[in-house]
């Protein structure tokens, strides 16, 4: 139940602080989303949101960050493939 | 970037996985918290990725499914009577109370409506001033801004037809019950992404420290869980116990404090029944005194029995 999906700010309404709404885009689908809880987020920010609420503003450097560190693991890992193939018959689980 | 599919890399899993077979020296149990984390691990079949010492417990899970019975017949009990309308979260209908689920009321007449969030359950309220409007509100630390901000709301607009049925729960109590019950096999945590993402991660440091577990607070996607797995499994196999951050993309330490000065107004702390496992002291949120006027409970009486 705590589902969160990251979603694009397209449009901010400005009201006051309680009830500060913003159009938010996932992948193709826009819908009104509380920005109450972010007011620093802007235009363009990706924000994370659940049950129609906007809890966090994604922080983009991290995760690149994130993304480069598992980067370095993939490298390392290469180095001995049989230890990247599990042993189980298992297609590509995605 | 759009912070899902990147995530989900089946390349990168594999090194993940790669990396986690690499590191474990022997065998570790571990528990992932949330339900959106099990969710993610069976959907993705990542703990057939893990060596086998290794050793996935499922957690609490979802706030759903530890709903106590009495509060399901609550819910039932304040949908069945003339004129009033209960807003509740989709996956709440089906769990089951003592007699019948949410579901089959609906079926037998009484108006209880789907909403994705309570915001949604305000516009019932003003849509309906002659009816009373209850929002069965659930859910982790993660929802009760979002629920709490439907009361500030109301509050604000005078919307008198309007009341909340809370059963929050939240989650440190659990692990402690969790850490302190009796052979208990749980030595690491992956602690729930959304939970901290509104928390932060301080209410860890104690319990890390006290029963010398790590605990890494984990996002949802399949490299997300990896590395949260890989990470506690470093610190097992080095005998550390310090609660570290994988979700840094979402979760600061501090947690969101707008979201918790919320949840600091309008609920307060109580004991809360998890059902299947049993009542934690100081385990849930209840409508602070502040707000009693849209407190369903309080509006609308005890409710019916449990058996």
């Given at each position: 139940m705590c589902l969160g999906v990251p979603g694009c700010i397209e449009s901010i309404s400005e009201e006051d602080s309680l009830t500060r709404m913003g159009k938010v885009g996932f992948g193709g689908i826009s819908c009104?989303?509380?920005l109450a809880y972010v007011p620093e987020a802007r235009v363009g920010d990706y924000v994370l949101v659940h049950v129609g609420f906007a809890l966090q503003v994604v922080d983009q450097n991290e995760a690149q960050r994130i993304l480069e560190e598992i980067g370095k693991i993939e490298d390392l890992m290469q180095d001995d493939n049989s230890m990247i193939r599990p042993s189980l018959p298992l297609e590509n689980p995605l | 970037m759009r912070f899902v599919d990147e995530f989900r890399d089946p390349e990168r899993v594999h090194s993940c996985a790669a990396e986690i077979r690499s590191l474990t020296t022997q065998p570790w149990t571990i528990m992932e918290i949330c339900g959106g984390q099990t969710h993610s691990i069976v959907r993705y079949g990542l703990d057939q990725l893990l060596p086998d010492g290794l050793t996935l417990v499922h957690g609490p899970g979802c706030p759903v499914c530890v709903t106590p019975v009495e509060m399901i017949n609550k819910a039932i009990d304040i949908a069945s009577q003339p004129d009033v309308i209960l807003c509740s979260y989709g996956d709440m209908l089906r769990v089951p109370g003592s007699g019948r689920d949410l579901l089959s009321a609906k079926a037998l007449g009484a108006d209880i409506r789907i909403v994705y969030s309570p915001l949604d359950a305000i516009k019932t309220a003003r849509a309906n001033p002659g009816k009373q409007v209850v929002f069965f509100?659930?859910?982790?630390?993660t929802t009760a801004p979002a629920n709490g901000m439907s009361i500030l709301q109301a509050a604000r607009e005078g919307l008198g037809n309007y009341s909340m049925l809370a059963t929050h729960v939240r989650v440190p109590p659990a692990m402690r019950a969790i850490l302190t019950s009796q052979g208990t096999r749980i030595q690491g945590f992956l602690a729930a992404g959304h939970v901290c993402t509104v928390m932060?991660?301080?209410e860890y440091?104690?319990?890390a420290k006290e029963f010398?577990?790590?605990i890494v607070?984990?996002?949802?996607e399949p490299l997300d869980v990896l590395q949260g797995i890989a990470e506690c499994v470093r610190q097992l196999e080095q005998g550390r116990a310090e609660v570290s951050n994988q979700y840094s993309r979402v979760v600061?330490?501090?947690g969101n404090p707008h979201a918790r000065r919320v949840i600091e107004e309008v609920f307060e702390i109580v004991p809360r029944n998890w059902r299947g496992i049993g009542t934690f002291p100081e385990s849930g949120l209840g409508i602070s005194s502040k707000y009693r006027d849209y407190d369903a409970e309080s509006r609308f009486g005890p409710g019916p029995p449990t058996s």
């Open positions: 009104e989303v509380s | 509100a659930v859910g982790f630390e932060g991660i301080d440091l104690p319990i010398h577990v790590p607070v984990t996002g949802f600061r330490s501090e």
